[in-house]
T-cell receptor
Framework: SAVISQKPSRDICQRGTSLTIQCQVD?????MFWYRQQPGQSLTLIAT?????????ESGFVIDKFPISRPNLTFSTLTVSNMSPEDSSIYLC???????????????FGPGTRLTVL | AQSVTQLGSHVSVSEGALVLLRCNYS??????LFWYVQYPNQGLQLLLK??????LVKGINGFEAEFKKSETSFHLTKPSAHMSDAAEYFC?????????????????FGQGTILTVHP
C-alpha cells in the first residue's frame, strides 16, 4: 500500500493569488496523478505527473494555470495560479503502486486539499 | 474514449435493506472498473475492482459488484445496509495500458451516488 499526505489540508485564499499543494508518499512511486473535485461534482483528472518527464495535462487544463513539479519519486506539488472563485475545489493526488496481493497495480488517493477562493 | 454513468445521484435505503448502486461504462478496450467510497471530509477508499478475472468481485465491508459485458454495467450491491455505509460512492473506469497490462493509468469517474441509510 501507499500512505499519502497532502499539505495544506485546507486553505482560504484571495482572488488573484496562488497556492502550492504538496503531496508526499511514503514509498517511491513512478505514476502520480492530480485530480480536482469541484463542489457537488465528481473527480476530474488534471494531469499525470510521472517522475522524469513533463507532466501531461488533460483537456481543459494548462500548465500556466496548474504548474506541477515532480522532483523525486516520493513528492510532487501542484500550484493553482491566479486563483478565482471557480478554482474552489478539493484537490487530490493519487499514486499507482505495484500490487501486493495480485499482479495488478493499486491506486491510492491522498486525503485532499480543500481550497476556497474568495 | 472512456466514460462512466452512475444512475441516481441519491439513493436512500433502510438499515438492513439491499443496497444497489448502478454504474454503466463505455470503453473502447476491455476496461478495468472500480468502486470507491468517500466518507464526509475524507479521501477516497477503494471498495473493489474488476481486472478481467472473475466477473463477480467481492470487496470490503460486504460490498460486491458484477461485471456484465453485454450490459456494459458494473453495479455495486450489498445485501444488508448498515448505518456506517452512508457515504458517497464513485464508479470509475480505466483503460489498461499497455492493453492487458497490470497498470491502470488515469481513471475516469462517474458523477457519484450519495447513499443515505435510514434507521
Amino acid at each position: 500500500s501507499a500512505v499519502i499526505s497532502q499539505k495544506p489540508s485546507r486553505d482560504i485564499c484571495q482572488r488573484g493569488t496562488s497556492l502550492t499543494i504538496q503531496c508526499q508518499v511514503d514509498s517511491q512511486v513512478t505514476m502520480m496523478f492530480w485530480y480536482r473535485q469541484q463542489p457537488g461534482q465528481s473527480l476530474t483528472l488534471i494531469a499525470t505527473a510521472n517522475q522524469g518527464s513533463e507532466a501531461t495535462y488533460e483537456s481543459g487544463f494548462v500548465i500556466d494555470k496548474f504548474p506541477i513539479s515532480r522532483p523525486n519519486l516520493t513528492f510532487s506539488t501542484l500550484t493553482v495560479s491566479n486563483m478565482s472563485p471557480e478554482d474552489s475545489s478539493i484537490y487530490l493526488c493519487s499514486v499507482e503502486v505495484r500490487g501486493l496481493k495480485s499482479s495488478y497495480n493499486e491506486q491510492f488517493f491522498g486525503p485532499g486539499t480543500r481550497l476556497t477562493v474568495l | 474514449a472512456q466514460s462512466v454513468t452512475q444512475l441516481g445521484s441519491h439513493v436512500s435505503v433502510s438499515e438492513g435493506a439491499l443496497v444497489l448502486l448502478r454504474c454503466n461504462y463505455s470503453s473502447s478496450v476491455p476496461p478495468y472498473l472500480f468502486w470507491y467510497v468517500q466518507y464526509p471530509n475524507q479521501g477516497l477508499q477503494l471498495l473493489l475492482k474488476y481486472t478481467s478475472a472473475a466477473t463477480l468481485v467481492k470487496g470490503i465491508n460486504g460490498f460486491e459488484a458484477e461485471f456484465k459485458k453485454s450490459e456494459t454495467s458494473f453495479h455495486l450491491t450489498k445485501p444488508s445496509a448498515h448505518m456506517s455505509d452512508a457515504a458517497e460512492y464513485f464508479c470509475a473506469v480505466s483503460e489498461s495500458y499497455p492493453a492487458g497490462g497490470t497498470s491502470y493509468g488515469k481513471l475516469t469517474f462517474g458523477q457519484g451516488t450519495i447513499l443515505t441509510v435510514h434507521p
